[in-house]
């Protein structure tokens, strides 16, 4: 096959381009140019998509021995991630730029512009594994599961991936702890074994991400409220500087009357309310997603599952039900155990447990999450 390695300048992608290449597939690599005003150096674990990381991975094609490329994404992923962020944050949701990352570019943007150009898979440095099944009518669809590693699994991030992107992927290193990929690399010759993996968003490298929304948002005041009593507590600056269930940086001079600590539990964006309480009010047990992605049957309209909401979060067994079609379409989720912190903008992806490892089900967008004080 005509492989397109993306290679990040990370010692991941960089084993998952020799892995192609080893597997005796045609393979180029291309480095995705995402700022339009990259640094020059990256800030140990934080960023990415530097001129060092280009160079870096440079280096690793020319010791593969295959073409190497940078492709200037920096205009798509403004509009696709950086400014959905932010009007995401805006209406008070808390987003997964990873995730929308893995959507709209790298399994989207990459692939199709890959595609266009004759080339049958992006190979990616992902942990998660990837396999067909053949369908009764002799064609076959994806199955994503968790990666071996699963301290590194990142099947969530890609949960959001359509059927059609996943049968034009590869994760080649979905069969192997992270340990054993370090090793790989340095056995390789590769100068990035030892690189430090990636943290925080990109995007923003100073990890200041207030300081980033409240740039780019600006002062949007609005009152903060208790979810009790429903008395004013205070004034803020903007919704988009809350999430929920935080508790430091609220700008109160203290907790609870009854010297409980105070929790963000709600976040109205339209009247710019912030609504802070207990942590009893911060768990939840049923939730709505919308924008759903399915990897399996369509006639399956109730199912038991596991659910994950977080990408570094644990899977809680629940029960999923599927309603409406087209624009309508979206699932009702019911947990189990209540979880805590729930927040609209999150990806809900859902898993069922097999003998081969967790498959993933589907994915969708969390609307709305009842907290279980609000159950009758």
Same mark, same amino acid.
């Given at each position: 096959?005509?492989?397109l390695?993306?290679m990040?300048? @990370?010692?991941? *992608?960089a084993?998952a381009?020799?892995?192609a290449?080893?597997?005796g597939?045609?393979?180029?690599?291309?480095?995705?140019?995402?700022?339009?005003?990259?640094?020059?150096?990256?800030?140990? *674990?934080?960023g990415?998509?530097?001129r060092?990381?280009a160079? #870096?991975?440079?280096?690793?094609?020319?010791?593969?021995g295959i073409?190497f490329?940078?492709?200037?994404?920096a205009?798509?992923?403004?509009? #696709?991630?950086?400014?959905?962020?932010?009007?995401?944050?805006?209406?008070?949701? !808390?987003?997964?730029?990873?995730?929308?990352c893995n959507?709209?570019?790298k399994?989207?943007?990459?692939?199709e512009?890959?595609m266009?150009?004759?080339?049958?898979?992006?190979a990616?440095? +992902?942990?998660?594994?990837?396999? +067909?099944e053949?369908l009764?009518?002799?064609?076959?669809?994806p199955?994503?599961?968790?990666?071996? #590693?699963?301290?590194?699994?990142?099947s969530?991030?890609? /949960?959001?991936? !359509?059927?059609?992107?996943l049968?034009?992927?590869?994760?080649?290193? /979905?069969?192997?702890?992270k340990?054993?990929?370090?090793?790989?690399?340095?056995?390789a010759?590769?100068s990035?074994a030892?690189?430090?993996?990636? +943290?925080?968003i990109?995007?923003?490298?100073?990890?200041?991400?207030?300081?980033?929304?409240?740039?780019?948002?600006g002062?949007r005041p609005? &009152?903060?409220?208790?979810?009790?009593s429903?008395?004013?507590?205070?004034? +803020?600056?903007g919704?988009?500087?809350?999430?929920? /269930?935080? %508790?430091? /940086?609220?700008?109160? =001079?203290? =907790?609870a009357?009854? @010297?409980?600590?105070?929790y963000?539990?709600?976040?109205d964006?339209d009247t710019?309310?912030?609504?802070?309480?207990?942590?009893d009010?911060?768990?939840? &047990?049923?939730?709505?997603?919308?924008s759903?992605?399915?990897?399996?049957?369509?006639?399956?309209?109730?199912?038991?599952c596991?659910?994950q909401i977080r990408?570094? @979060?644990e899977? !809680?067994?629940?029960?999923v039900?599927?309603?409406?079609?087209?624009?309508d379409a979206?699932?009702?989720?019911?947990l189990?155990?209540?979880?805590? @912190?729930?927040?609209?903008?999150?990806?809900?992806?859902?898993? %069922? =447990?097999e003998?081969?490892? #967790?498959?993933?089900l589907?994915?969708?967008?969390?609307?709305?999450?009842?907290?279980v !004080?609000?159950t009758?």
């Open positions: 096959m005509r492989v390695a993306a990040s300048g @990370g010692v991941d *992608s084993v381009a020799a892995r290449v080893a597997a597939h045609d393979v180029v690599g291309v480095h995705l140019a995402l700022s339009a005003d990259p640094a020059t150096l990256r800030t140990g *674990s934080r990415c998509c530097s060092e990381d160079g #870096d991975a440079r280096r690793v094609a020319d010791l593969l073409p490329y940078v492709w200037d994404f205009e798509r992923f403004r509009a #696709d991630v950086i400014d959905d962020f932010v009007e995401s944050y805006a209406r008070g949701e !808390t987003p997964n730029p990873c995730l929308r959507e709209r570019i399994f989207e943007a990459l692939l512009r890959g266009a150009l004759g080339f049958d898979a992006v990616t440095g +992902h942990y998660a594994r990837l396999s +067909h053949e009764t009518d002799g064609t076959t669809r199955v994503l599961r968790r990666a071996v #590693d699963d301290a590194k699994d990142q969530y991030v890609l /949960g959001v991936l !359509t059927p059609r992107q049968s034009h992927s590869m994760f080649p290193l /979905g069969d192997t702890p340990s054993q990929i370090r090793a790989e690399a340095e056995a010759g590769f990035v030892s690189k430090p993996d990636s +943290h925080d990109c995007f923003i490298p100073s990890g200041d991400t207030q300081a980033f929304l409240g740039k780019h948002i002062v609005g &009152a903060m409220v208790d979810a009790d429903g008395q004013e507590l205070g004034q +803020h600056e919704v988009h500087g809350f999430t929920i /269930g935080q %508790r430091k /940086g609220l700008g109160l =001079p203290g =907790p009357p009854d @010297g409980r600590p105070r963000v539990t709600a976040i964006a710019g309310t912030v609504t802070v309480g207990g942590a009010h911060l768990l939840s &047990a049923s939730m709505t997603a919308t759903p992605y399915w990897l399996v049957d369509s006639d399956i309209t109730e199912t038991e596991r659910v990408a570094h @979060g899977a !809680t067994p629940g029960y039900r599927r309603l409406g079609d087209g624009p979206r699932f009702e989720i019911t189990d155990t209540p979880v805590r @912190g729930v927040a609209p903008g999150q990806a809900a992806v859902l898993y %069922r =447990p003998a081969e490892g #967790d498959r993933v589907g994915s969708g967008t969390i609307s709305a999450a009842r907290p !004080t609000d009758p």
